[in-house]
């Protein structure tokens, strides 16, 4: 009676799992440079998206706190480049406007501010004196650094409220202390510190800004009771219907000569532009991962060619070509993994770490953590292709020879 001839036996996923961690397992440090190339790709494409969206999360809560419903209304040019004074009662007239919540505004004087009277009048610091409206800090929604804001009484009395930028340009740390306003066609005098503004990313020219009471800047500054800069704050739905309308409410004489802004949308243009460059960094983190892959390609050409002896023996014994490429194919998709998996976490902790140096909210997104490791074992099964189909086309006895 004939025996029947043996199958070859095959190997369960767990047998291939095994047989793929020899390699990284014997040769760990050659296996953990070949991933770091990987791991860098994946870390950098988790950091730079993770970092964006923070950004974009921290300005989108700076927005909702400072109102997206701001506009913005000031004197246009002429044809001669000369600024176009706004009606004095443009204030008025924006107020009647059904969608508008809140109107004030900033009157310019002929006023500016020194530390003292020792100061040459040409170092202005590039500061501004401004007439202030009691309500301005509520249209704009900021908040005080130290000190308080103007009221019925002190509007009448030489005192300054500062910006922020502005009292540090002038050194001054708190209420109390005195500055010297003058000017070419004004009465100089000391005025004194009531208090300091937190900085407003949403209306940034009042950082750089000494407000001081409108009756004061008439009587003393030289404003002309016109309204240098209108700042309107709308019902949040209907703001780019009073945005259209706005100039030619302003001053109905003249619409085309005044200047329509939306503060938001300058401050979203500005975090565009600060992220600009993410494309280009998400290509370099592309071509990170190119070249991990090229280095566990070149690990694995040169893993086959130290282990021809194994292989020809495995083959001896009656493993299948199959086997062999599926052996090496799974070495390099595990370099592939353990490299994506490890860039994922740094880039994760990275996001995290930055965030919370910058206050801003972590947004990781879930998409690149998940996808990087995926993009890693793609790119180092494709590197791991030739190397695998190599060692299967060895012959046991070209393999055992060579050895």
Wanted: hydrophobic share 45%; with cysteine; net charge positive.
């Amino acid at each position: 009676m004939m025996s029947s001839v043996p199958r070859p036996a095959r190997l369960s996923p767990a047998d291939l799992i095994r047989l793929g961690m020899v390699g990284p397992r014997t040769r760990t440090l050659r296996s953990v440079l070949s991933a770091l190339g990987v791991a860098l790709g994946v870390a950098a494409l988790v950091a730079v998206t993770g970092i964006s969206a923070s950004h974009q999360a921290h300005l989108l809560d700076r927005l909702d706190r400072l109102g997206s419903n701001l506009i913005t209304v000031s004197p246009g040019v002429d044809v001669d480049q000369r600024p176009v004074p706004l009606p004095k009662e443009s204030v008025a007239m924006l107020a009647a406007v059904a969608p508008v919540e809140t109107v004030s505004a900033t009157g310019a004087t002929q006023a500016d501010i020194y530390r003292n009277d020792l100061v040459p009048v040409t170092q202005t610091n590039g500061l501004s004196v401004r007439s202030a409206r009691l309500d301005l800090l509520g249209a704009l929604r900021g908040n005080l650094r130290v000190g308080r804001w103007l009221d019925r009484a002190t509007e009448r009395l030489p005192v300054v409220v500062l910006g922020s930028e502005a009292a540090d340009r002038l050194g001054i740390s708190g209420p109390g202390e005195r500055v010297w306003l003058c000017g070419k066609k004004i009465q100089c005098g000391w005025f004194s510190v009531l208090g300091i503004l937190a900085p407003n990313p949403l209306v940034p020219e009042i950082d750089s800004t000494a407000l001081t009471g409108r009756p004061q800047a008439t009587a003393r500054l030289g404003d002309d009771g016109t309204p240098a800069t209108v700042y309107v704050r709308t019902h949040p739905a209907r703001v780019t219907d009073v945005q259209a309308i706005a100039g030619a409410t302003a001053n109905p004489a003249a619409p085309n000569l005044v200047s329509v802004s939306r503060p938001s949308d300058l401050l979203k243009a500005r975090a565009e532009t600060k992220t600009s460059l993410e494309g280009m960094v998400l290509a370099l983190a592309g071509v990170a991962l190119a070249v991990g892959g090229l280095g566990i390609a070149n690990t694995m050409v040169v893993g086959v060619m130290e282990r021809r002896g194994e292989v020809g023996l495995r083959r001896a014994l009656g493993a299948r070509p199959g086997q062999i490429a599926a052996q090496f194919l799974i070495e390099s998709v595990m370099l592939g993994l353990f490299g994506g998996t490890a860039g994922a976490l740094v880039g994760g902790a990275t996001v995290h770490l930055y965030a919370s140096v910058k206050a801003w909210p972590t947004a990781v997104s879930l998409t690149w953590v998940t996808a990087g490791p995926v993009m890693a074992v793609v790119i180092a099964a494709g590197a791991g292709l030739y190397p695998a189909l190599r060692a299967a086309r060895m012959s046991p006895t070209e393999a055992l020879r060579s050895a």
